[in-house]
């Protein structure tokens, strides 16, 4: 069982950039599926879950990110993306995808504590600078 995200560089103030967390080893439709970044010095923030198609499908956001970050899976090809856009300094961070129980309320609401996510993506670097 692992994820992998990938998608990370740099990019410019106001820029774009989209993030991909493949799933292997279980379906991404069994598991709700989160993005989780972390900037130096700082704890690592909850951005935005999406939950299984059997649940919809639905996605909850963060108001940091909430009308600039899109997150969106693709069952065919076990992925979840994190569409990011008008970029800004401030979102430079290590950005990690994390899955976690299908039927959790504290997880579709990203208020469950670290520790019950069951599996992590190994993380990728986003900069945001001109």
């Known amino acids: 069982v692992q994820l992998q995200a990938s998608g990370g560089g740099l990019v410019q103030p106001g820029g774009s950039l989209r993030l991909s967390c493949a799933l292997s080893?279980?379906?991404?439709?069994?598991?709700?599926v989160a993005w989780f970044r972390q900037a130096p010095g700082k704890s690592r923030e909850g951005l935005c879950v999406i939950a299984s198609p059997v649940n919809g499908a639905t996605a909850y956001y963060e108001e940091s990110v909430k009308g600039r970050f899109t997150i969106s899976r693709d069952s065919a090809k076990n992925t979840v993306f994190l569409q990011m856009t008008s970029l800004l300094p401030e979102d430079t961070a290590v950005y990690y995808c994390?899955?976690?129980?299908?039927?959790?309320?504290?997880?579709?609401?990203?208020?469950?504590?670290?520790?019950?996510?069951?599996?992590w993506g190994q993380g990728t670097q986003v900069t945001v600078s001109s």
């Open positions: 994390a899955s976690g129980w299908a039927r959790s309320a504290a997880i579709l609401t990203l208020t469950a504590p670290l520790d019950e996510y069951t599996h």
């Open positions: 080893g279980f379906s991404s439709d069994d598991v709700a």
